[in-house]
């Protein structure tokens, strides 16, 4: 077979050059070149660790569904977190997964349960970290709500108001371990102010709240439920999460906890919501969180394990694109891979 060489004519070249004073290319011609000009940079201190607390009575063993993600104990935690602290990691959320679960979630209150234990070990261990921790009662509950479920004529449904006082009592628990943070992340109605009012009652005015305040009722959270053991026993969470469809009541949460007193507000998941993520910057002055969830890491995972995509490189542009989209902190399961790779893209 033989192909003709199309050479197009010295005329067309010519009127193709003097047209083109503009040549974006020539701003990504060497590596040197990309950095110079690049535009958002994700460093290991806009990244918050989250990790999973058991009791000392569990061993430490790994997430199935969340490979590199692992149960632990509160001295491994404070071990956990002081090589993310030598990594350049400020920032660790801790989920606990308690000893026992009643219909209330009281072991979530417990001065000696894993997240207090955790909190108190980092502390000692790690004294600059900046220590979050997650307040909702579903890892805490027989059957799994992130509240009190009651009873109405036949249809169970979790109640706000009886939810408050708990949630309460869990984030002073928390604050007087020792946390920097509490992040409520139940989505029940005035929950930010409620424990912002619990919390300067006891003179605790200096913990700070981080509000999961638009938290939607997503499909992403599945692995996370393994990790937690925190799956709903019936139902599902959509008469508290948020529509995945809305996006202008999502800014009403946001606007909600603002006037509540939260210090930093959140938006999860965040690959499928980063509208939101950019409309929650635009919107308000106070620091803007988005919360990588699991499920989100997991497919990653995943498709690498398989040989379909470049790992590393997808966890770059998957961070990149939610801070480019607004977010000043990254709640992320691949804070520790990111801090400790050699090189970024
Ligand atoms: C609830 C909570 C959840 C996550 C963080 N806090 C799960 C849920 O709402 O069911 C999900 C995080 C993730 O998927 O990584 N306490």
Request: glycine share 6%.
């Given at each position: 077979?033989?192909?003709?060489?199309l050479?197009?004519?010295?005329?067309?070249?010519?009127?193709?050059?003097?047209a083109?004073?503009?040549?974006?290319r020539?701003?990504?011609?060497?590596?040197?070149?990309?950095?110079?000009?690049?535009?958002?940079?994700?460093?290991p201190?806009?990244?918050?660790?989250?990790?999973?607390?058991?009791?000392?009575?569990?061993?430490?063993?790994?997430?199935?569904?969340?490979?590199?993600?692992?149960?632990?104990?509160?001295?491994?935690?404070?071990?956990?977190?002081?090589?993310?602290?030598?990594?350049?990691?400020?920032?660790?959320?801790?989920?606990?997964?308690?000893?026992?679960?009643?219909a209330?979630?009281?072991?979530?209150?417990?001065?000696?349960?894993?997240?207090?234990?955790?909190?108190?070990?980092?502390?000692?261990?790690?004294?600059?970290?900046?220590?979050?921790?997650?307040?909702?009662?579903?890892?805490?509950t027989?059957?799994?709500?992130?509240?009190?479920?009651?009873?109405?004529n036949?249809?169970?449904d979790?109640?706000?108001?009886?939810?408050?006082?708990?949630?309460?009592?869990?984030?002073?628990?928390?604050?007087?371990?020792?946390?920097?943070?509490?992040?409520?992340?139940?989505?029940?109605?005035?929950?930010?102010?409620?424990?912002?009012?619990?919390?300067?009652?006891?003179?605790?005015?200096?913990?700070?709240?981080?509000?999961?305040?638009?938290?939607?009722?997503?499909?992403?959270?599945?692995?996370?439920?393994?990790?937690?053991?925190?799956?709903?026993?019936?139902?599902?969470?959509?008469?508290?999460?948020?529509?995945?469809?809305?996006?202008?009541?999502?800014?009403?949460?946001?606007?909600?906890?603002?006037?509540?007193?939260?210090?930093?507000?959140?938006?999860?998941?965040?690959?499928s919501?980063?509208?939101?993520?950019?409309?929650?910057?635009?919107?308000?002055?106070l620091?803007?969180?988005?919360?990588?969830?699991?499920?989100?890491?997991?497919?990653?995972?995943?498709?690498?394990?398989?040989?379909?995509?470049?790992?590393?490189?997808?966890?770059?542009?998957?961070?990149?694109?939610i801070?480019?989209?607004?977010?000043?902190?990254?709640?992320t399961?691949?804070?520790?891979?990111?801090?400790?790779?050699r090189?970024?893209?």
């Amino acid at each position: 077979m033989t192909t003709k060489a199309l050479t197009p004519t010295t005329e067309l070249t010519g009127t193709t050059q003097q047209a083109m004073t503009n040549r974006p290319r020539r701003l990504r011609r060497s590596e040197a070149i990309r950095e110079l000009v690049r535009e958002t940079i994700v460093r290991p201190e806009d990244l918050i660790y989250p990790l999973f607390i058991v009791p000392n009575t569990r061993p430490r063993v790994e997430i199935g569904s969340m490979p590199g993600v692992f149960q632990m104990r509160a001295r491994e935690a404070a071990e956990e977190s002081r090589k993310a602290f030598d990594a350049g990691i400020r920032a660790v959320l801790l989920f606990g997964l308690p000893e026992y679960k009643d219909a209330i979630g009281s072991a979530s209150w417990d001065p000696a349960g894993p997240v207090q234990s955790a909190i108190e070990a980092i502390r000692r261990a790690v004294p600059e970290m900046t220590i979050i921790a997650d307040v909702c009662l579903c890892e805490y509950t027989d059957h799994g709500h992130c509240g009190v479920v009651v009873d109405r004529n036949g249809v169970k449904d979790v109640d706000n108001d009886e939810t408050l006082p708990l949630l309460m009592k869990q984030a002073l628990s928390f604050a007087a371990a020792g946390a920097d943070f509490v992040a409520p992340s139940d989505m029940m109605d005035g929950r930010i102010g409620a424990v912002r009012r619990a919390l300067d009652a006891r003179s605790l005015s200096d913990v700070g709240i981080i509000a999961y305040s638009a938290k939607f009722a997503s499909g992403f959270y599945g692995p996370f439920r393994e990790a937690a053991e925190s799956t709903p026993q019936f139902g599902d969470r959509r008469t508290y999460q948020m529509d995945p469809a809305n996006t202008r009541e999502a800014m009403r949460e946001i606007d909600l906890d603002v006037a509540e007193g939260a210090d930093i507000i959140m938006v999860k998941p965040a690959l499928s919501y980063l509208d939101v993520i950019r409309g929650a910057r635009e919107r308000v002055g106070l620091p803007v969180a988005a919360y990588n969830v699991s499920g989100e890491y997991s497919m990653i995972k995943a498709a690498a394990e398989r040989g379909w995509i470049d790992g590393n490189r997808v966890m770059n542009e998957v961070l990149t694109s939610i801070k480019r989209a607004g977010a000043d902190l990254i709640i992320t399961y691949f804070a520790m891979e990111f801090a400790t790779q050699r090189s970024r893209v």
